[in-house]
């Protein structure tokens, strides 16, 4: 039983309440450091519990309190335990007149979020790398809603906002697709060379990955695929072949798996994920969901977003009923 992912879930929001409204109580010293007393951590106590829905069975200990950086008040650190295990500290705000508990989450903006994730050394597609907004999608090649996403995607925003917006693909391939591995290592040999082949084959693939493995759905038959289409756009390109086929015949999955490693440090766990300057994006999204996050990220850069494509015409109703069988 895992105890700390309840307190997660109960104890996240903003929490300010008075400890003297549970009922009549003996005066409390004022504090601002050491042990509380035992009439005080049972009113902490109490509070949390009935706030919180802290099922009885949990055992919650209230530890010492320490000089915090909100003045007025001071930091107590309260932890639960339950079938012997105990979850991690959860921070509070006890008022130094012991009447007020609060709980508030602090976090640190001072870095630009499109710093986040990075996309040097991805095969880029739009803009150049240093365009006012940056794309980095996680993908799968085998994923249909990855498919669906890309299609969406492309070419409309590089049709719609030009040198604006710079796109990567980092790989982020799923255990349940069997050959998305092989075609993330695949689509990288022939990046490794040309940007534009990675694309090709990008393109391709999400639009084919239906058909790949034939009707049997071989796995065999599906990564004996990709390699003869990474093959074949390299001798399009007019590639290094002797590089690209060597590549090929490898399969080293440490790019992809750095990759991974990325993704989920970045909580991604499903793909499409988009990070648009770092501002995360999950499932196959309306592209007009999509623009309105990229022209939100180019306002705050000092951009003019391009103006709304135009709305679809309406068809004109006929000017004469439409013909019928003779006798209706």
Known sequence: ??????F????LAVMTVT??????????PPSSSGTLSPELARRVEVLIRSRSSIPASYAIHVGQRTKSEMPGFDTISVTFTADGKTS??????????????AQFSKFDISQDPKLLVSADGRPG?????NAPVVIVGFDDLECPYCAKMHAQLFPALTERYKNQVHIVYRDFPLELHPWALRAAIDTNCVGAQSAPGYWNLVDYIHA???????DEKSLAKANETLDSLARDEGKRLKLNEAALDACVLKQDDTAVKASTKVGEALGVDSTPTLFINGEKVEGALPVEDVYRMIDSALVASGQTPPPPPPPAPVQAL?????????GN
């Open 1 to 6: 039983m895992t105890v700390v992912k309840p």
């Open 8 to 11: 997660r879930t109960l104890l």
């Open 19 to 28: 400890l003297a409204t549970l009922g009549c109580h003996a005066q409390v």
């Open 88 to 101: 991690k500290p959860a921070e509070f705000l006890l008022s130094t007149d012991g009447k007020t508990l």
């Open 125 to 129: 597609r739009g803009g150049p790398a």
């Open 208 to 214: 084919h990955a239906a058909e790949l493995g034939g």
């Open 318 to 326: 006929p000017s004469t009923p439409p013909a019928t069988k003779p």
